[in-house]
């Protein structure tokens, strides 16, 4: 006979953000239900509410855990010494390296959950494009200040274009069903874009 050993709440809490992310990835934000999530875990939905009050607050979790995740990445693609150029080339294909490992990304970014029902997750998700949209531009500056980009050229502007990069392209992907390489198309559109920043 084989006996059940009781989970942590941590674990538990783990194990209920992971199920939120992929079933995103899945059947999309809008349609996911403390329902389903339960049933894909295995316990009962009450069981779901006793680690998490509200389906809001595991957003936010499911939140918070992008966002570590995605810090841990994009500290791989660092470089020592690499020009601001490269450090931002390998940053963006990181990222997009990441979305494509993690489909509920821009499920997520798109949905209404997001836009309209849950103000937190909003903030949060904003908060974390205008940390990238400062690391870009402090790149670009450093391109700009070497000669190499343009002087004419904004690098908030230039930073914001980038996002436009990777936000429209992972809209692209997941809208035509994930049917090509995020990151290998990514590098191409990146590398036209960089292109006409140069000096």
């Given at each position: ?23 995103a990835g899945e059947i999309g934000p809008d349609r996911m239900t403390t ?14 509410f006793r680690h998490f009050p509200t389906k809001g607050a595991i957003w ?140």
């Open positions: 006979m084989t006996t059940r050993t009781r989970k942590s709440a941590k674990e538990r809490k783990t194990e209920i953000v992971d199920a939120t992310l992929r079933l329902e389903l999530i339960a049933k894909e875990i295995g316990i009962s939905q009450p069981g779901i936010e979790a499911v939140g918070q855990r992008i966002g570590k995740l995605m810090q841990a990445k994009m500290s791989l693609t660092k470089k020592k010494g690499a020009r601001p150029v490269d450090e931002l080339r390998d940053f963006v294909i990181g990222h997009l390296t990441f979305i494509e490992a993690t489909p509920a990304i821009p499920a997520i970014l798109f949905s209404r959950e997001l836009h309209a029902e849950n103000e937190k997750l909003r903030t949060f998700f904003a908060g974390l494009v205008a940390s990238r949209h400062r690391h870009f531009s402090e790149l670009i500056a450093a391109e700009i200040d070497s000669g190499r980009f343009k002087k004419t050229i904004d690098p908030d502007d230039a930073s914001f274009l980038v996002l436009a990069l990777i936000q429209g392209l992972a809209m692209r992907w997941s809208l035509n069903n994930r049917s090509f390489g995020l990151p290998a198309e990514g590098a191409r559109l990146l590398d036209l874009l960089l292109d006409g920043f140069k000096a």
